[in-house]
């Protein structure tokens, strides 16, 4: 498992994989359900990495996308058939990233499994599982509320903005967006948007990106 992360950590997904297919294996001999379901969760991480690595090919980031959401739920499932608390919710957090990706866009679902995750951590858990969570909510809220805004506007409720003002704030919650997806290249965004790299450069800035 230890290997696996690493891998990951690294970018190298396909050994990452094989690492974690070999801790599932194990877990499955000794029916040793914590490892099979870290394993299925270290699985989950694998495959979302996968699809996010599928730029513009939507059938590749499907499969990836789907997979992860199948591992993450075996995660959850094996999870609590154990008295294990912060497994589970490891398998729960797994799951609502899984909810929240690119792909699936799922938010309430992803707070409703961030919910149930953060019923299972106490004080105690200030590590890593914790930051995840705090680290997920962050980006709920902010999904949440593009969403909220991307709603109003398309129902004609401006708040009082003037036309630059809306347009200065759509590009702050597009460009990043662009540029992520263009291997956070500045010059790639100004070519694909016919824009100053200064520009993109500043609106970047503004959106609080690094």
């Known amino acids: 498992m230890n290997a696996g992360h690493l891998h990951l950590d690294g970018g190298d997904t ?18 040793d359900h914590i490892l099979m379901s870290r394993a299925r969760s270290l699985q989950c991480s694998v495959e979302l990495a996968r ?32 008295q294990n608390k912060r497994l589970l919710a490891e398998a729960y957090i797994g799951r609502a990233l899984v909810a929240a990706s690119d792909f699936f866009h799922e938010f309430e679902v992803a707070k409703e499994y961030a919910s149930q995750a953060s019923a299972l951590l106490t004080e ?52 990043p967006k662009v540029w992520a997806s263009l291997g956070k290249n500045v010059t790639r965004v100004a070519n694909e948007l016919s824009m100053s790299p200064k520009k993109v450069r500043r609106i970047l800035r503004n959106a609080r990106v690094n």
Do not use: C, M, P
Request: proline share 0%.
């Open 124 to 175: 105690n858990d200030r590590d890593h599982l914790f930051k995840e969570l705090v680290g997920l909510k962050e980006r709920l809220l902010r999904s949440t509320e593009v969403d909220r805004t991307l709603k109003l506007w398309s129902d004609g409720q401006l708040g009082g903005k003037t036309f630059q003002q809306v347009e200065e704030e759509f590009a702050e919650l597009v460009i």
């Open 14 to 31: 396909d050994q990452a994989s094989d690492e974690a297919l070999k801790a599932y294996s194990t877990g499955e001999q000794r029916q």
């Open 51 to 82: 699809a996010d690595e599928q730029l513009g090919d939507d059938r590749a980031a499907s499969k990836h996308a789907t997979a992860a959401a199948q591992h993450s739920d075996e995660a959850i499932e094996l999870a609590s058939l154990t």
